[in-house]
């Protein structure tokens, strides 16, 4: 993996010279320019997509324009409350070289996630963190796995992965029957029965791991929590809040699966992507001159501190250089039929 073009931490061949025996001037060594990664321009990939709605919202700078239902209030403050079930400290898993030992080519890994997002977001009764958790344990099982495995065992590793991560998070989750069909017959219910069991195995029954989302989300809401504190209110005195809150959520969360399929995102922890993609998408929407909610980006700092999360600046390049790349016909199918809940 190279990371020379967005860490600038290199040295060139004129910087290590010493002054020149031919002329007695001192010649400035060349420097190299630095990275704005906050440009909006040249981007491949907009990931800030709101209907008519959410850009009516994201234009209001009304207290309370509008008038919650007393279900979405209902629903509000489950959420709330959901900010105290999560642990004091983010876990800051890292699944790095998960292919440094097998003969897996990086464009296939990403291809494989990207249709495993597809398949997952076809079907209506999976949650938001059934990818992500598919994708850790993807990644923690190549990690651990002690022989080499190729592109051909890729795809029943994945279909293996989504199965589990299925039974983990969703009520209604996804059968044999259905992932064979899925694979085009290429594997057997029993086939797949002996990867999930291999799986199992490998990453010792830890089928609950920190994923992409978990991090996200307990960020997203302590963002929430921490702005509601602030300001002393609640969504019953100012919905508006509540609803650009909302949208940032959505518009994060497909900059996040967008971010996640690439490879050479597990350099990161998996919380510094999350928390990168939060700011982000923030930065942006401001560039976009929405009205967003005042001293966000303060508190977004603060929760940076107190979690630990560090090389934000370097992911936020990373994040800039994955918007300037073209999408495959693939990520653009997958990307488009997204559905999030919050």
Known sequence: M???????????FHNLKTKSLISDQKTTPKKKPQLNYMDIQNFKFEWICLDDYEQEIMNQNDSNPFQYSYYEQMQ??????????????????NTQESLR????CELKRNSLLCWMGYVL?????????TYFLAISIFDKFLQQYPYSLSNSELLSAGISCLSLASKQKD????????????????ITEDQLAKCQFQILQTIQHQIEMPNYFQNFDYIMRDLEFRYYKQINSNIIDNSLMKMKLSAIYKCTLNLLRFVS???DTTIFYQST???SCIFYTIKRMELLNFRMLNDLIQILVQIQIDQEIV??????????????NDLTQKQQEFLSQTDFKY
Do not use: M
Request: charged share 20%; with cysteine.
């Open 101 to 104: 030992q097998h003969s897996i």
């Open 171 to 186: 009520i209604y989750c996804l059968t044999s029957k259905q992932l064979v069909k899925l694979s085009g017959e290429k």
């Open 121 to 129: 977001s076809s079907y209506d009764n999976t949650s938001n963190e």
């Open 2 to 12: 190279q990371f020379s073009d967005i860490t600038n931490l290199e040295k060139s």
């Open 273 to 275: 992507i999350a928390y």
């Open 76 to 93: 509000w403050f489950q959420n709330y409350h959901l900010h105290f079930q999560y642990p004091l400290k983010l876990d800051h898993i």
């Open 311 to 324: 090389n934000s600046e370097i992911a936020l390049k990373y994040i800039y250089r994955l918007c300037q």
């Open 261 to 263: 399929q690439h490879y």
